[in-house]
T-cell receptor, first 115, second 116 residues
């Protein structure tokens, strides 16, 4: 089975721009979670989608948004980029994600650099 | 609210020596516990998880962890490390039940440096 794929792997943007990151989950997985990883704040949960609906959201400003398509692929968007948005963005997929017991399988991440 | 504390930011150890990476958690509700490993320029890979039952959990690559409810700890151990174990290790929890779907709460990570 193919793993979780994320595109692009690297991005460089400037302040004020917006960016869209893509995540394709493992086949059959319907839950996709997104995380931000920075040296200062560590790994922080952004949001989780299941069947095209956002079920859970972390403590991030509204500039961070996401969506999920009918094939379970997910995108996250960051508008009006700030320097502090520079991070590794990881997505993880699981079968259902609901009970907390499902293993989350992580993609390799998208490294976003904001100049 | 839940929180995870990894007590050591870096752990240097010689090859073939044993290692323990410490993790404590705080939660007012029941949680599941996980250990993930991250190799450079890669995503996270699950090493092991504790859901219920036996408090000693065995994972991949020879790692094991012990859940201690009274001390709210979930320390990771390996009896003999290899150079290839050099990586960053993350302890994480998720809340039991459906109230926090898809959300893992991570510790700050411990960098394991295995020296020849």
């Amino acid at each position: 089975k193919a793993g979780v794929t994320q595109t692009p792997r690297y991005l460089i943007k400037t302040r004020g721009q917006q960016v869209t990151l893509s995540c394709s989950p493992i086949s059959g997985h319907r839950s996709v979670s997104w995380y931000q990883q920075t040296p200062g704040q560590g790994l922080q949960f952004l949001f989780e989608y299941f069947s095209e609906t956002q079920r859970n959201k972390g403590n991030f400003p509204g500039r961070f948004s996401g969506r999920q398509f009918s094939n379970s692929r997910s995108e996250m968007n960051v508008s009006t980029l700030e320097l502090g948005d520079s991070a590794l963005y990881l997505c993880a997929s699981s079968f259902s994600g609901g009970s907390g017991t499902d293993t989350q399988y992580f993609g390799p991440g998208t490294r976003l650099t904001v100049l | 609210a839940q929180s995870v504390t990894q007590l050591d930011s870096q752990v240097p150890v010689f090859e073939e020596a044993p290692v323990e990476l410490r993790c404590n958690y705080s939660s007012s509700v029941s949680v599941y516990l996980f250990w993930y490993v991250q190799y450079p320029n890669q995503g996270l890979q699950l090493l092991l998880k504790y859901l219920s039952g036996s408090t000693l959990v065995k994972g991949i690559n020879g790692f094991e962890a012990e859940f201690n409810k009274s001390q709210t700890s979930f320390h990771l151990r390996k009896p003999s490390v290899h150079i290839s174990d050099t990586a960053e290790y993350f302890c994480a929890v998720s809340v039991v039940g459906s109230g926090n779907t898809g959300k893992l709460i991570f510790g700050q990570g411990t960098t394991l440096q295995v020296k020849p």
